[in-house]
Nanobody, 127 residues
Framework: QVQVVESGGGLVQAGDSLRLSCVASGRTFSSYAMGWFRQAPGKAREFVAAISWSGSSTYYADSVKGRFTISRDNAKNIAYLQMNSLKQEDTAVYYC????????????????????WGQGTQVTVSS
């Protein structure tokens, strides 16, 4: 079993930056691919970014490419989502997810790929 806990959300203005953190515990963090998803009010949960367990591969949704960066520190069991140039449309609850992965380079963009989810952290971007 893996426990996933997000933190770092908050209220910011458009153009600001924010860094989300995701702590995973319970199993060998370095063997888990990680992903970030978000869900805005009235909308379906959507993919934001993913990283392989080695950190060598990353993948982003087109809507955040060039503004968001996913990273991880396996020694600290933490994954990060650095969000720059935030826009109002980035307002959502952000979720971190983990998936056991046999491949050091594979990334996963589908919600159904992930086994473990956090409770989410709210990010609100005002104009």
């Amino acid at each position: 079993q893996v426990q996933v806990v997000e933190s770092g959300g908050g209220l910011v203005q458009a153009g600001d930056s924010l860094r989300l953190s995701c702590v995973a515990s319970g199993r060998t963090f370095s063997s888990y691919a990680m992903g970030w998803f978000r869900q805005a009010p009235g909308k379906a949960r959507e993919f934001v970014a993913a990283i392989s367990w080695s950190g060598s591969s990353t993948y982003y949704a087109d809507s955040v490419k060039g503004r968001f960066t996913i990273s991880r520190d396996n020694a600290k069991n933490i994954a990060y989502l650095q969000m720059n140039s935030l826009k109002q449309e980035d307002t959502a609850v952000y979720y971190c997810a983990a998936k056991g992965s046999p491949s050091r380079n594979d990334v996963y963009a589908g919600l159904s790929n992930y086994n473990y989810w956090g409770q989410g952290t709210q990010v609100t971007v005002s104009s």
